[in-house]
């Protein structure tokens, strides 16, 4: 039973994508007691996964699988086997070493779109759950990207068979994907998203507190998060709830 | 005993207060070994004692324990206490799971005179400690608090029976309560407050490594100091030691 | 076997650096799990070490010696026993405390140049492995050293005896050493250097994504690289090999 459970009320809660970026083993075991409830997904960012041993991997994801988290390898590692040409050994090895989800990107390789419809699908086959990401990791190719596009692109990714879109925020949330050079929401480019697509198909990066804020005033608690520091799960399930001078008596449920 | 002991000086060290915004029990039981005897309270910041397992909660607080620390749950929980009108139940079970302290504060909510009297004096008859905090979590909200007021509150808090006053400083350090938008100190109001009260009944919100070492040098070793990261806590002892280039040479014991 | 080994490409990799400010030994010996391959040296920062208990230090040191990391005290921790006329207690000390490397340093104090080759010779004759440092701790005491100065220190602590010459940049990495306020490289400095010394003695302090990703593209994987946060160990083995979107593609090995 919660500490001070006379004090929650319930909520609808979204889903919140956890940034493991090199955490220890014996770190998660015990951090999950603390708010592994919270968790729905948690990314191995980017290429990290591939510098570990595999029994390293393999204890953490076991750790995760405790509190029913999907483990995924980033999308850039994804990238790398694209461009390896080693897409069916990177499936292969991800189920191997217990990955149970997969991100599909293209933020710093072109990649066509027969290819990546191709890829979705492929995962998919294998069991895979498939998040797949909309945007560039340098900010001048980023640019490139309008409004239309965008948007195209995540209805192209959800009828292609991805269970959720993510959208690009990196780890730094500045001046790039939703985000302008401050780390403000880009409001034009939001409203055309949430004009066309549904809004719960959708997990947007937010690795700043004010993001987080940002979006559960606006959308709800229920709003999807991901590239959530290990350090702020806890945090933002203060916010979701109104237990933090941000959002305190500021939700509805 | 220290490595090192022999470039150690006496120091007579103010309290420490540490901000715990969620860590792993089983990293704590090993932390304080590098640096338990270094911290006099420590905070589960705002509402994050909430969402947690009561038996997470009392093993986190079992091992602070071990070191004499007392803890306590973050002002905001206490304000969504008196906001459901269960502040008797708050009380009783802060107690039940071991905190020894409780933070009286109006951040997020606004709370009578009376109300705050009546609250300082019922967690003394539960023989909780008691800290109070003067500040308001909104910027715009904070502005709005003079210096007089600033002032009045933290003598009208002392003589209610708090045992000590926390300046609001938040986990940013910038734009709120002591701080200006760089997070300067602001000078004034500083002053003002020294010149009306016991400086070593406050406690100065100082997050950001800048903001510890000015305190440090204007008030010596013994200034008291709130929301320090825990990885800030062997940090701040150097530096009240002088054992870190900022404060290297420049202290007089 | 490393996971996802089919993906990593062979690299010359340079020295890392890591910072430890007060990590706990049980979270150490689960960190070097995941990336105890890629760190040849760790700083305690400043005097951290001289505020834990002997057996503290004694146990985290042990741990990196399984994985033959040197660890050495920080500068300042040097120049404090230096302004106590403790040098051969200090050397001492920290070969009993299991320190294998010692840091050089005059960042917060004056110390002669007579004394400096004196403290380098006398280092390696008690067996340590000598690491010096460039730079003051103030900006506007670090600002009097101009390029030809440092140059010339330099040259001097490898002719006497040192086996790397670290380049300051701190724990902020701005407005200090290498690095201008918005924490970019000063390019006349690093050129005047390049030009003048063998790049391999040198060690770059580079706290920041932005500066590490610098320097990979500029000397390659192979460069040394200090002061890297232990959160960030991970994520610079993946810069240097092209493994993260800011080098993915860009490398040649």
């Given at each position: 039973m919660k500490?001070?459970?006379?004090?929650?009320d319930e909520?609808?809660?979204?889903?919140?994508?956890m940034l493991d970026k090199g955490l220890p083993p014996?770190?998660?075991?015990s951090y999950l007691k603390v708010c592994g409830d919270y968790?729905?997904?948690v990314k191995f960012g980017w290429g990290t996964s591939a510098i570990m041993n595999k029994d390293v991997v393999k204890e953490k994801i076991s750790y995760y699988n405790d509190y029913n988290?999907?483990?995924?390898?980033?999308?850039?590692l994804f990238e790398c086997a694209v461009l390896k040409n080693k897409l069916d050994q990177f499936f292969e090895e991800a189920l191997n070493l217990g990955?149970?989800?997969i991100e599909i990107s293209d933020g710093?390789?072109?990649i066509s779109l027969d290819l990546r419809k191709e890829a979705i699908k492929k995962a998919r086959s294998y069991g895979l759950k498939v998040l797949t990401e909309v945007g560039k990791k340098l900010p001048e190719k980023d640019k490139e990207l309008n409004i239309n596009k965008r948007v195209e692109m995540i209805k192209f990714d959800l009828s292609a068979g991805a269970d959720y879109v993510i959208i690009e925020g990196r780890e730094s949330g500045r001046g790039i994907g939703i985000y302008d050079e401050k780390g403000n929401v880009k409001e034009d480019l939001l409203k055309a998203i949430e004009e066309n697509v549904d809004i719960n198909k959708l997990i947007f990066e937010a690795p700043n507190k004010n993001q987080q804020v940002y979006f559960?005033?606006?959308y709800g608690p229920s709003v999807n998060l991901a590239n959530i520091s290990y350090e702020d799960v806890v945090s933002l399930e203060t916010l979701r709830r109104g237990l933090r001078g941000d959002t305190f008596n500021k939700l509805q449920y």
């Amino acid at each position: 039973m919660k500490a001070f459970n006379f004090l929650l009320d319930e909520i609808e809660r979204g889903l919140t994508v956890m940034l493991d970026k090199g955490l220890p083993p014996k770190f998660i075991e015990s951090y999950l007691k603390v708010c592994g409830d919270y968790i729905d997904f948690v990314k191995f960012g980017w290429g990290t996964s591939a510098i570990m041993n595999k029994d390293v991997v393999k204890e953490k994801i076991s750790y995760y699988n405790d509190y029913n988290i999907d483990v995924y390898p980033g999308g850039t590692l994804f990238e790398c086997a694209v461009l390896k040409n080693k897409l069916d050994q990177f499936f292969e090895e991800a189920l191997n070493l217990g990955f149970s989800a997969i991100e599909i990107s293209d933020g710093s390789l072109d990649i066509s779109l027969d290819l990546r419809k191709e890829a979705i699908k492929k995962a998919r086959s294998y069991g895979l759950k498939v998040l797949t990401e909309v945007g560039k990791k340098l900010p001048e190719k980023d640019k490139e990207l309008n409004i239309n596009k965008r948007v195209e692109m995540i209805k192209f990714d959800l009828s292609a068979g991805a269970d959720y879109v993510i959208i690009e925020g990196r780890e730094s949330g500045r001046g790039i994907g939703i985000y302008d050079e401050k780390g403000n929401v880009k409001e034009d480019l939001l409203k055309a998203i949430e004009e066309n697509v549904d809004i719960n198909k959708l997990i947007f990066e937010a690795p700043n507190k004010n993001q987080q804020v940002y979006f559960i005033l606006r959308y709800g608690p229920s709003v999807n998060l991901a590239n959530i520091s290990y350090e702020d799960v806890v945090s933002l399930e203060t916010l979701r709830r109104g237990l933090r001078g941000d959002t305190f008596n500021k939700l509805q449920y």
